[in-house]
């Protein structure tokens, strides 16, 4: 005879796993772990910079932070090293974490040729690579949705 009840191979999934057969990653996950990443951005730069500070004042190179090529470079420093120990705490490997690092510079490096062009200044580097670095995470993420969905 033939049974109307589920087997475990034919129970429908998880709504949050499953769709069309393969994998969905959690939503809620997602944002969760995306605001985590934001955090961890913010952390950095407001732990990170005074010590950059410090170190640069110590060594006579303070010049480098007000510079704005080497300010941005140090300032995507601090976001990419508590990121990558944020990341690295959850579980991630070290290709995701190299790939969100470099996600926190390509705004800086992109913006630096209007900046040498002198279309933009200082000011609008600082803005823009700041703003411009979440969508840039963003997109690292939503390359691999698994992996930032699976925390």
């Known amino acids: 005879m033939h049974s109307e ?3 475990p191979s034919t129970a429908p999934a998880p709504a949050d796993t499953m769709a069309q057969g393969g994998y969905r990653p959690s939503v809620k996950k ?3 772990h995306y605001a985590e990443m934001v955090a961890a951005m913010a952390v950095g730069m407001v ?7 410090f170190v640069l ?7 480098l932070m ?3 090529y080497s300010g941005a ?5 601090n976001v990419t090293v508590a990121m990558s120990a944020w990341m690295r705490f959850r579980g991630h490997r070290w290709r995701p974490i190299a790939e969100m690092g470099a996600a926190m510079y390509v705004p800086f490096l992109v913006l630096f040729v209007p900046l040498a062009l002198d279309l933009i200044d200082t ?3 600082m803005l823009w690579g700041h703003l411009l670095m979440v969508p840039a995470m963003a997109v690292a993420m939503l390359l691999r949705p698994r ?4 925390c």
């Not at 732990?47 to 500070?53: D, E, G, K, T, Y």
């Not at 992996?147 to 699976?150: D, G, I, L, P, T």
């Open 66 to 68: 007000r510079n704005p």
């Open 5 to 7: 009840s589920a087997t």
């Open 123 to 125: 000011g609008a580097l």
């Open 47 to 53: 732990v990170l910079h005074p010590v950059w500070m």
């Open 147 to 150: 992996e930032y969905a699976h």
């Open 30 to 32: 997602f944002a969760l």
């Open 73 to 77: 470079l140090i300032m995507a420093t």
């Open 57 to 63: 004042d110590v060594l006579g190179a303070a010049g």
